[in-house]
């Protein structure tokens, strides 16, 4: 499996961007796909994730309301739309792909086996 993220960059306070995740290397029609973001100096921590069969969605209480999570079956990619960004919001975003079969995604990095490489968000005050 074979993860690619991409779509950062700097944005203003109150600004918007959308991150793109394209997925390779099998099917995923059992696995969820997720987001994390990891701060400077900080842990990772879970953004949102979704099912890639059924489309079942968990957000982290800090996003929810900003930033939505979907899938393109015929492009293999998931994406984040982030909206309202905060400085706070800043951080390297990573995708990652949990393999188990669930009723709703997890939001432990513990249980995600492969990830991607990180893109950079930079929210400016």
């Known amino acids: 499996v074979q993860l690619q993220a991409s779509g950062g960059g700097l944005v203003q306070d109150g600004g918007s961007l959308r991150l793109s995740c394209g997925a390779s290397g099998r099917s995923f029609a059992s696995y969820s796909l997720g987001w994390f973001r990891q701060a400077l100096g900080k842990e990772r921590e879970f953004v949102s994730a979704?099912?890639?069969?059924?489309?079942?969605?968990t957000y982290a209480d800090s996003v929810k309301g900003r930033f939505t999570i979907s899938r393109d079956y015929a492009k293999n990619t998931v994406y984040l739309q982030m909206n309202s960004l905060k400085p706070e919001d800043t951080a390297v975003y990573y995708c990652a792909a949990d393999r188990a079969w669930r009723g709703m995604p997890d939001q432990s990095p513990s249980s995600y086996d492969f990830w991607g490489q990180g893109t950079q968000v930079t929210v400016s005050s």
């Open positions: 979704i099912r890639w069969s059924g489309g079942a969605t």
